[in-house]
């Protein structure tokens, strides 16, 4: 089953390119509704410019228009519709009403969208005859409609609509001129069946000096009230303030469409930072959503987590992080991920969608005299997938307990959808949602638009990008080298300070050589990007700044990438080394490497496999 759920995710992470600030718009719509009288003004001037105008202001997604000719005498043979969608750039629909002047007269609809489909239907009217003009698009359907003047005909109006209505199987709207005051008895039977979406207290007619709305956009719900039933929140509504153009004010509503409770995930749940007893659950969603962990020693007896800061829930966001503390080293915990949509997030009222969770996963924490373990360490895979899937196949039949990606793996990252594309593929095919992973930051992660957004998809041990974690009888000291050339270099434009943050390490390096951590622990592994001794010819100033406080440090191995060859140096080989140093990894299938870190009880080994399973080194250390 779990394979099964990975596979899902990898498929449909593959074949989507849509994220999440596409889905939250592609789900927000805003709809329109004007009576333009035929595009001519209180002035008594017919400017369809000034129409359209008025339109292109809102940028609406929809419009629902009323009182339109179509080649009439009046209108001097225009298309009226025509001249607006092309002023507007929008699609049309028009539905004729009655035959005038020599063309027709009735309503139209424009939209951002192809229309799918599009059908009209008559509804009553003594002094001329009415419509319902009806278009379905993709997520939704809206009808446009001119009610009489005459309170019987929109009365009897009210079943026609209402039997249409019902046949339809998407979101309807119904807009328009209804000719007909809030507290009419039309609208009252109306709101039987139909929600008022835009507020009534904001006057429509006249233009000038509104007094009273008889401009609406409702939605069909078919009697279920209730706005956590409705497929939407509506986000905002309003009128707008034009006085000359139309004798009728716009109407204006702005919803967001819930999204359905499979598609909130974004990501499955990867697990971070398992130090001091504790461990980060994170994980991204497609829309704004509040979320929490629930954890326990069984899936009965479950905790809540959340996350928050001074007093409140940190929520109505894409990127989730939660820690799981107090925790028992050596016990097996299992938790889910949950994550609310939230529509709407405003000082005295919210709004919420469904709840997607996510299966059971399960992990445990080391104890401190724990002496077996197997990691996994990537380096240099510069974001090539097929490197990576081909070194996993070589280690699918060792079981690890956590797993490093050494740097240069989340290269160059533009934004955040790049970053997030590859990080998830990483974290899902190493079964990050059951075994800590830890990204440490090489040369190319420094590099590009989201580089220092990087940080808010992992959580660093110590809230740095270098560090030191147990696990169970075994130190791990991580560095961060920073860049690979001079801060001064023309091309970093004075942005950078990793002399400083060399500098730091110094003291965290002097720190921990000396703590009692680093001194008690049977076995010391250093690991980061950049080698500080064998890097050749290249720029090197961890080693000058590092190498007095590393000299007597027994760490049994020095594990790094970034030449994109493979190196193995003794100890005192290159640099007076002063202890094993092995380097290797590259994007380039013939050049990659998987290194595999074993400790079972005082044994210590480092194996380097390539991507056609052949055993490069195998070490004793």
Request: proline share 4%; hydrophobic share 35%; charged share 25%.
């Amino acid at each position: 089953m779990k394979k099964q759920l990975l596979l899902f995710f990898i498929c449909s992470l593959l074949a989507h390119s849509v994220w999440a600030d596409d889905i939250v718009n592609s789900n927000t719509i805003s709809i329109m509704s004007y009576n333009i009288r035929n595009g001519k003004g209180l002035d008594n001037i017919t400017d369809y410019q000034r129409v359209a105008d008025v339109i292109l202001s809102e940028a609406p997604d929809v419009v629902a228009i009323q009182e339109i000719d179509s080649v009439t005498g009046r209108s001097k043979g225009a298309d009226v519709l025509k001249e607006l969608a092309e002023r507007t750039l929008m699609h049309q629909v028009y539905g004729a009403s009655i035959v005038y002047d020599g063309g027709k007269y009735g309503l139209g609809i424009l939209s951002k969208e192809r229309p799918l489909a599009y059908s009209s239907l008559a509804l009553p009217g003594r002094e001329e005859q009415r419509q319902l003009l009806i278009v379905e698009y993709e997520k939704f359907i809206i009808g446009c409609t001119h009610l009489s003047l005459t309170k019987e005909d929109r009365i009897l109006s009210i079943d026609i609509i209402r039997e249409e209505a019902a046949k339809l199987n998407k979101p309807f709207f119904l807009a328009g001129d209804f000719n007909a005051k809030p507290e009419s008895d039309f609208i009252k039977e109306l709101q039987k069946d139909f929600s008022l979406l835009n507020n009534v207290k904001n006057f429509t007619f006249p233009a000038d000096e509104p007094r009273e709305c008889i401009d609406y956009i409702t939605y069909y719900d078919k009697g279920e009230k209730g706005n956590e039933k409705r497929p939407f929140t509506v986000l905002s509504n309003k009128v707008l303030e034009e006085k000359v153009a139309s004798d009728h004010r716009p109407v204006i509503v702005r919803i967001r469409f819930k999204i359905n409770r499979a598609d909130i995930f974004r990501t499955l749940p990867y697990l971070q930072n398992p130090v001091d007893n504790g461990i980060t659950v994170m994980w991204q969603t497609n829309v704004p959503v509040y979320s929490w962990v629930e954890y326990g020693t069984d899936t009965m007896s479950l905790k809540k987590v959340r996350t928050l800061r001074d007093g409140q829930v940190i929520c109505n966001n894409l990127n989730h992080k939660i820690r799981l503390t107090d925790l028992v080293p050596g016990q097996k915990y299992y938790y889910r991920v949950c994550s609310r949509e939230m529509t709407l997030y405003q000082a005295y009222y919210k709004e919420f969608g469904a709840t997607a969770t996510s299966p059971f996963y399960s992990f445990s924490l080391p104890s401190q005299k724990q002496t077996d373990f197997t990691i996994l360490i990537f380096n240099d895979l510069h974001k090539r997938q097929d490197t990576y899937d081909a070194l996993l196949e070589q280690v699918k039949h060792i079981p690890s307990d956590f797993v490093v990606f050494n740097g240069d793996c989340i290269d160059d990252p533009a934004n955040e959808d790049q970053a997030l594309e590859h990080l998830s593929l990483y974290c899902a095919k190493a079964g990050a949602s059951q075994k800590p992973v830890f990204f440490l930051r090489g040369n190319h992660e420094i590099r590009n638009a989201y580089s220092i957004g990087l940080r808010d998809l992992f959580d660093y041990v110590g809230d740095k990008t270098y560090g030191a974690f147990n696990w169970g009888d075994t130190r791990f000291v991580m560095y961060d080298c920073g860049e690979d050339k001079p801060d001064t270099t023309y091309v970093y434009y004075g942005l950078n300070d990793f002399t400083q943050l060399r500098l730091d390490q110094c003291e965290f390096l002097k720190k921990e050589i000396a703590g009692k951590e680093f001194k008690s622990a049977s076995r010391r592994i250093l690991i980061g990007h950049v080698p500080i001794y064998g890097n050749g010819d290249g720029y090197s100033p961890s080693t000058d700044l590092w190498a007095d406080i590393l000299a007597k440090a027994p760490f049994n191995i020095s594990i790094s990438g970034h030449l994109h060859r493979y190196f193995y140096h003794p100890k005192g080989t290159v640099k007076g080394n002063p202890f094993p140093e092995l380097i290797g990894g590259a994007p380039q299938p013939e050049r990659a490497l998987v290194m595999v870190l074993r400790k079972k009880g005082t044994l210590l080994t480092i194996t380097a496999i390539n991507t056609k399973g052949e055993t490069i080194l195998e070490k004793e250390l």
